[in-house]
Each structure stands twice: as C-alpha cells, then as structure tokens.
C-alpha cells in the first residue's frame, strides 16, 4: 500500500535561518506531488507540484522553493526564513485523481 | 471564477443530532469533487469523492454526500454525529488528469456538545 511521510513533524526556527521540510511517499511510482501551506486559521494555499523529477510549478511567490531530487521525494527549502512562513506544511501525492495527504510539520518561525 | 464556498464556518451540533455541512462551488469543467476531515494537529483525511454515476456517495466514518449539479453543491451529512467527529472539514473540487489541483473551500469547523 501506499504511504507518505513527512519530517520533520514540529520545527522551531529563528527568523532569517534556513529550512528544509522532507517529504517521501512509498508504494508508488512517478506520483504528482504538492506542497500546502495552513496557516492559522485560513485554508489551504497551494505552494508548488511536481509531476516528475525535477520539474517544479510554483503557485504563489514567495519566500520558498521545492526541489523533486528523486522520483518519490520532494522537498520544500528556504534560505532565510520569515516570520510570514510559520504554518503548518503538508505534502500530498495523488492517486487515481485522489490526492492524498501526509501527517503534516508545524513549522514556527519566531 | 473557479471557487468552493464553505458558508458555515463553525457548527456546533449535539452528540447524536444529525449534521449537515454545505459546500456550493464554481467549476468551468466536470468536477470531481471530495470532502476532508482535519483533526488538530493532524494531516487531512479524505472521507469521501464523487467522480461520477450515484450522486449519493458513501464515505468513511458512516458520512455521505450528495452531488447536486443543478445547485452546484456537493453537501456532506451525517445522521448521527459522534464526538469524535469533532474536527474541521474540507470541500475541495478538481478536475481528471492533468496535475490534478484541487480548490479547497475554506474549511467548516465542527463542534460537538456531549
């Protein structure tokens, strides 16, 4: 069966540091791939998709970027974060025009 | 303009009352259309889809929904609530293939009185 993993799953981070959130999923192969941002109390803001290895769609600009290094991992980067980008992040992968979503990290920038 | 729209943002029922959470959307294509639940803290579940055929859908966790195309709403209800279903909820529509991006409404946050 199919999983994804997301790591990590909370990160405390100063402002101006770097980030690097992971996400992998199992039991498939070439999944499309996205990156959600929730912050507190809004929806859910699509940030990038990947339909394959490194090929990235971004959504909205900003202070983020994602990487697709290999089939079934996706990764979501930054150099120097911001107060703004505290959220909670989660990945997802579709399945038979279903998407599917990870357990999430709740990311604070202080 | 494509959109989901959520109009309730809280709901509070009564252990045991039923519950229906209304999702109307705006979509140029065929939709798919799917309901998600979110616990705090945790990632989103997906309760339920309709692709086609039967507009009356069963999902997960004894919830349905109903695709109504004339109305362009897809309302999810349950006919006793429990509370564990406690959570908020989330109308989301797309479209077949493609890179499969889905629009969220904004959420329904549920509460559930013992």
């Known amino acids: 069966s199919q999983t994804i993993h997301q790591w990590p799953a909370t990160l405390v981070q100063p402002v101006g540091s770097p980030l690097s959130l992971e996400c992998t999923v199992e039991?498939?192969?070439?999944?499309?791939l996205y990156w959600y941002r929730q912050a507190a109390g809004r929806g859910l803001q699509l940030l990038f998709y990947?339909?394959?290895?490194?090929?990235i769609s971004s959504e909205v600009p900003q202070n983020l970027s994602a990487s697709r290094p290999q089939d079934r991992q996706f990764i979501l980067s930054s150099k120097k974060l911001l107060l703004s980008d505290s959220g909670f992040y989660l990945c997802?992968?579709?399945?038979?025009?279903?998407?599917?979503f990870g357990p999430g990290t709740r990311l604070t920038v202080l | 303009a494509q959109s989901v729209t959520q109009p309730d943002i809280h709901i509070t029922v009564s252990e045991g009352a039923s519950l229906e959470l209304r999702c109307n959307y705006s979509y140029g294509a065929t939709p798919y259309l799917f309901w998600y639940v979110q616990s705090p803290g945790q990632g989103l579940q997906l309760l339920l889809k309709y692709f086609s055929g039967d507009t009356l859908v069963q999902g997960i966790k004894g919830f349905e929904a109903e695709f109504k195309r004339s109305q362009s709403s897809f309302n999810l209800r349950k006919p006793s609530v429990h509370w564990s279903d406690a959570a908020e909820y989330f109308c989301a529509v797309g479209a077949r293939g493609g890179y499969n991006k889905l629009i969220f409404g904004a959420g329904t946050r549920l509460a559930v009185h013992p």
């Open positions: 990947s339909v394959g290895i490194g090929q």
């Open positions: 997802a992968w579709t399945f038979r025009d279903t998407q599917y």
């Open positions: 039991g498939t192969s070439n999944p499309n």
